[in-house]
């Protein structure tokens, strides 16, 4: 993977354990992954156990692989009657994860600014980032809640999910990032 010069994470959708492996595989520095929560979505019920997630990470060697913690998984909902702030606050607590991400409905859906507010707001010392739908409209918005996010879908070819990656769209989207943080 020498030809890749940033740091970059990876995620085996819904498998955690499998995403330490990954991440080890290819010297990515971190993975974004459900680690706690139990849901019902798209996927079918999902129940997670971050206890031997976090043993299988030290167990191979990967402790210094960053966690990305989505305490808002996308086409999924929490099967415990608790609101988001209240997840993050014990995520928090229990987990001290490297970062919180909060998420839109799918991927390339906007993350509600509201929602995200409320969980940085609730968890001030803990990066959260906004997980989906961040795009060049919406960049400078999301930067001024958050302390950065997750993208994909905006770099694809006509901000399509399915379509390969378009130079021309990665290169202005950063372009603004870097004007905003300035």
Request: hydrophobic letters at 45%; proline letters at 3%.
């Given at each position: 993977?020498?030809?890749?010069?940033?740091?970059?994470?990876?995620?085996?959708?819904?498998?955690?354990?499998?995403?330490?492996?990954?991440?080890?595989?290819?010297?990515?520095?971190?993975?974004?992954?459900?680690?706690?929560?139990?849901?019902?979505?798209?996927?079918?019920?999902?129940?997670?156990?971050?206890?031997?997630?976090?043993?299988?990470?030290?167990?191979?060697?990967?402790?210094?692989?960053?966690?990305?913690?989505?305490?808002?998984?996308?086409?999924?909902?929490?099967?415990?009657?608790?609101?988001?702030?209240?997840?993050?606050?014990?995520?928090?607590?229990?987990?001290?994860?490297?970062?919180?991400?909060?998420?839109?409905?799918?991927?390339?859906?906007?993350?509600?600014?509201?929602?995200?507010?409320?969980?940085?707001?609730?968890?001030?010392?803990?990066?959260?980032?906004?997980?989906?739908?961040?795009?060049?409209?919406?960049?400078?918005?999301?930067?001024?809640?958050?302390?950065?996010?997750?993208?994909?879908?905006?770099?694809?070819?006509?901000?399509?999910?399915?379509?390969?990656v378009d130079q021309a769209r990665v290169a202005k989207f950063m372009e603004k990032v870097r004007h905003i943080r300035q």
């Amino acid at each position: 993977m020498s030809e890749i010069r940033v740091p970059f994470g990876v995620n085996v959708l819904w498998d955690p354990v499998a995403s330490f492996d990954l991440a080890m595989a290819t010297d990515a520095k971190f993975i974004r992954e459900i680690f706690t929560g139990a849901y019902a979505s798209d996927f079918g019920v999902w129940d997670t156990n971050v206890g031997e997630t976090i043993r299988h990470q030290h167990r191979i060697g990967a402790g210094h692989v960053k966690t990305l913690f989505n305490i808002v998984p996308e086409a999924a909902v929490y099967l415990g009657n608790r609101d988001v702030c209240s997840i993050a606050k014990s995520t928090v607590f229990n987990n001290n994860p490297d970062a919180l991400c909060v998420s839109g409905l799918t991927a390339g859906a906007r993350t509600d600014s509201a929602i995200l507010k409320r969980v940085k707001e609730t968890v001030p010392d803990t990066v959260v980032l906004a997980n989906t739908g961040v795009c060049l409209e919406n960049v400078e918005e999301q930067l001024c809640i958050a302390d950065g996010c997750v993208t994909a879908t905006t770099f694809k070819k006509d901000g399509v999910f399915a379509n390969f990656v378009d130079q021309a769209r990665v290169a202005k989207f950063m372009e603004k990032v870097r004007h905003i943080r300035q």
